[in-house]
């Protein structure tokens, strides 16, 4: 009777060891680790954009292996996701002009000229996205092989952008020497979660 209530207890704790829970910021839920083109991809970060004193979305950043500086996230190997979930309402217009206005900030001329066909497409992209609204999605994946895939509201929009140099101009916006949100920087490469 010992034996059976010794694996029991076993059992019971390793099932508790496998619930992993997530990580909530803003009521936004970010789990601990995901699948991506064939990887387990774990979080390695997230936080909250302000913009003055509004909250405009939560970030997470999900990589194959832990990363505490900006060297280290771009280094790492593997698919990538950077997942944005909107808590206020915006027009994707103006998203798409913060977002090539922080790529600007981030990324040397040089680079910059390399991937401006890139960066024109991906404000189309937004542009034709109109509005996120509150709970609505972006994913920004690095998929080998593949490139850079956005999806807005689960959806796949447009090519995928073939240059690493995009992917990694794109993350600069928020992890780069100019950062978005210095707060959230900190909380993506894992650093205290920004204020709930």
């Given at each position: ?116 066909g890139s960066v024109m497409r ?53 992890i780069g020497v100019d950062p ?17």
């Amino acid at each position: 009777m010992r034996r059976v209530l010794k694996t029991l207890l076993l059992c019971g704790l390793g099932l508790l060891s496998l619930q992993v829970p997530a990580r909530e910021v803003q009521g936004v839920k970010y789990e601990e680790s995901i699948e991506l083109a064939g990887s387990r991809l774990q979080l390695n970060g997230a936080g909250t954009r302000f913009k003055a004193v509004f909250k405009v979305y939560t970030a997470g950043l999900y990589l194959s292996r832990k990363a505490a500086s900006t060297a280290e996230v771009q280094a790492a190997p593997g698919p990538k996701r950077l997942t944005l979930t909107f808590v206020r309402e915006i027009g994707s217009e103006e998203l798409g002009r913060l977002f090539i206005k922080g790529i600007k900030s981030n990324t040397p001329n040089e680079e910059y000229t390399r991937i401006v066909g890139s960066v024109m497409r991906m404000s189309q992209v937004f542009y034709e996205a109109r509005r996120m609204k509150v709970g609505e999605v972006i994913n920004m994946d690095w998929v080998p092989g593949k490139g850079t895939v956005i999806s807005i509201r689960d959806v796949p929009v447009g090519d995928p952008f073939p240059e690493p140099e995009f992917y990694s101009a794109l993350l600069r916006i928020w992890i780069g020497v100019d950062p978005a949100d210095w707060q959230l920087k900190e909380a993506l490469l894992g650093g205290q979660t920004a204020p709930k």
